[in-house]
């Protein structure tokens, strides 16, 4: 006579397949995500130790550091913004970078573009945010958006305002370009004594490797690469993400250098 228990048996047999199937799902998910989880906490490590060396090497220009600029540009897309709408994208990017109030707008505009710009004067920093118009075609303009901020912060606050600038661009699916670069002026003139003793020694604390360098109009460019730096740029198809700027102002027997990571972006 057949029984119920029997029929109930290769019920149970399969349920408790079911279950050490599942359980055995979950042990391998909570392996992969502790995986993750290290990963994750290894990468954290390693960028704060990047962080660490970057922020070594531009602590040669503290003292002297004249400003520490960090700026940035990318493009949105093609598309009509209304005025509104423009003021409301800056204030949302002001917000990201930690400015909440106490700014202002402004209007401009030339033959073929126009921007809306916010400005916020702090008391340690400038920072400037703009979405500038490019009016080839007026019915759809191309987008740009722009961030500058101009301060005298310490090094590891700066280094992480452009971490921050980068994120930023990365939040709202820009692909951004962007620069640290610091500025410093020493009493002599570095160029004919320490030129040599400077540049390598900037380029070591970063562990960058020297690319070229060039000595132009009494200007001296030298070109490094570091590993520490994601970003870079390409001179005759090698890496660069360095760049050092010195210049020698006889009247005042100065000299004046300036570091960018990847590229000094303003003139010299």
Same mark, same amino acid.
């Given at each position: 006579?057949?029984?119920?228990?029997?029929?109930?048996?290769?019920?149970?047999?399969? /349920?408790?397949?079911?279950?050490?199937?599942?359980?055995?799902?979950?042990?391998? +998910?909570?392996?992969?995500?502790?995986?993750?989880?290290?990963?994750?906490?290894? $990468?954290?490590?390693? %960028? /704060?130790?990047?962080?660490?060396?970057?922020? &070594?090497?531009? !602590?040669?220009?503290?003292?002297?550091?004249?400003?520490?600029?960090? !700026?940035?540009?990318?493009?949105?897309?093609?598309?009509?913004?209304?005025?509104?709408?423009?003021?409301?994208?800056?204030?949302?990017?002001?917000?990201?970078?930690?400015?909440?109030?106490?700014? &202002?707008?402004?209007?401009?505009?030339?033959?073929?573009?126009? %921007?809306?710009?916010?400005?916020?004067?702090?008391?340690?920093?400038?920072? &400037? +945010?703009?979405?500038?118009?490019?009016?080839?075609?007026?019915?759809?303009?191309?987008?740009?958006?722009?961030?500058?901020?101009?301060?005298?912060?310490?090094?590891?606050?700066?280094?992480?305002?452009?971490?921050?600038?980068?994120?930023?661009?990365?939040?709202?699916?820009?692909?951004?370009?962007? &620069? /640290?670069?610091?500025?410093?002026?020493?009493?002599? $003139?570095?160029?004919?004594?320490?030129?040599?003793?400077?540049?390598?020694?900037?380029?070591?604390?970063?562990?960058?490797?020297?690319?070229?360098?060039?000595?132009?109009?009494?200007?001296?460019?030298?070109?490094?690469?570091?590993?520490?730096?994601?970003?870079?740029?390409?001179?005759?198809?090698?890496?660069?993400?360095?760049?050092?700027?010195? !210049?020698?102002?006889?009247?005042?027997?100065?000299?004046?250098?300036?570091?960018?990571?990847?590229?000094? $972006?303003? !003139?010299?």
């Amino acid at each position: 006579m057949y029984k119920f228990e029997n029929a109930v048996n290769p019920i149970k047999k399969g /349920l408790g397949a079911f279950f050490v199937t599942k359980k055995i799902k979950i042990s391998v +998910l909570m392996v992969v995500w502790s995986i993750v989880a290290i990963q994750i906490y290894v $990468n954290y490590q390693e %960028k /704060l130790q990047k962080e660490s060396r970057i922020v &070594t090497a531009f !602590s040669v220009a503290q003292d002297t550091a004249q400003e520490e600029i960090i !700026s940035g540009y990318g493009y949105f897309g093609t598309m009509k913004l209304s005025e509104a709408t423009k003021e409301k994208m800056l204030e949302n990017l002001a917000y990201k970078l930690g400015i909440t109030d106490g700014y &202002t707008f402004q209007d401009g505009n030339g033959e073929e573009f126009e %921007k809306k710009v916010l400005i916020k004067e702090g008391k340690h920093a400038v920072t &400037t +945010l703009q979405v500038i118009s490019i009016l080839g075609n007026p019915s759809e303009p191309e987008q740009y958006i722009v961030m500058e901020i101009r301060t005298k912060e310490k090094i590891e606050d700066v280094v992480s305002l452009y971490q921050k600038m980068k994120r930023t661009y990365e939040e709202i699916g820009v692909d951004g370009k962007v &620069t /640290l670069e610091v500025a410093m002026e020493k009493e002599g $003139n570095l160029q004919t004594t320490d030129r040599e003793t400077l540049t390598n020694h900037i380029l070591d604390l970063i562990q960058a490797k020297k690319v070229d360098s060039i000595m132009k109009n009494e200007i001296v460019t030298v070109y490094g690469y570091t590993k520490l730096e994601d970003s870079y740029l390409e001179l005759n198809g090698k890496k660069i993400n360095v760049q050092i700027v010195m !210049s020698y102002d006889e009247d005042r027997d100065k000299t004046y250098v300036k570091i960018g990571v990847p590229i000094v $972006n303003t !003139s010299y």
